[in-house]
């Protein structure tokens, strides 16, 4: 008979809480740490590009080594138009999804290297439509702000 088996049931339940919390307490610390760490190569991607980087919402699906937001720059107008055109055009729900998902290719610029988007892509379904809708939404306040619209 193993160790368990000798707990009562409110024991092994009481033990398995105390596992669950451990485990979700350091997962949260960890995710902190890497929004730090990504925060941070937000600013320096910000000076390198000269330009303003906004950061979406934290990932649901959080993944040990992967950051937890993404970089979105805002579209320029040109992209932004392009997209709206597509959208327009196309009675096609699958072409939309495209057309969201070029622009969201195009304005994401943290992380920078694609083989950590992909992996960002596989853990977190729906990501890329995610970032083609926060970057479709910068565009439309930028022209707002500009009075382009």
Do not use: H
């Not at 709206?84 to 699958?94: F, L």
């Not at 495209?98 to 379904?125: F, G, H």
């Amino acid at each position: 008979m193993s160790e368990d088996k000798k707990l009562t049931a409110e024991e092994r339940i009481a033990a398995s809480a105390a596992r669950r919390a451990a485990k979700a307490e350091a997962e949260t610390k960890a995710r902190t740490e890497q929004f730090a760490d990504d925060l941070e190569a937000i600013e320096a991607l910000e000076e390198k590009l000269g330009e303003r980087v906004r950061y979406s919402a934290q990932v649901k699906q959080y993944v040990p080594g992967l950051p937890v937001v993404v970089g979105v720059r805002a579209p320029a107008t040109a992209e932004y138009k392009r997209l709206v055109s597509m959208v327009n055009k196309s009675k096609d729900a699958d072409a939309k999804v495209m057309a969201v998902n070029t622009l969201a290719q195009s304005c994401w610029v943290y992380p920078e290297k694609k083989e950590t988007r992909d992996a960002m892509i596989e853990a977190n379904a729906g990501l890329l439509s995610s970032v083609g809708n926060f970057a479709y939404s910068l565009g439309e306040v930028e022209l707002k702000d500009e009075g382009k619209e």
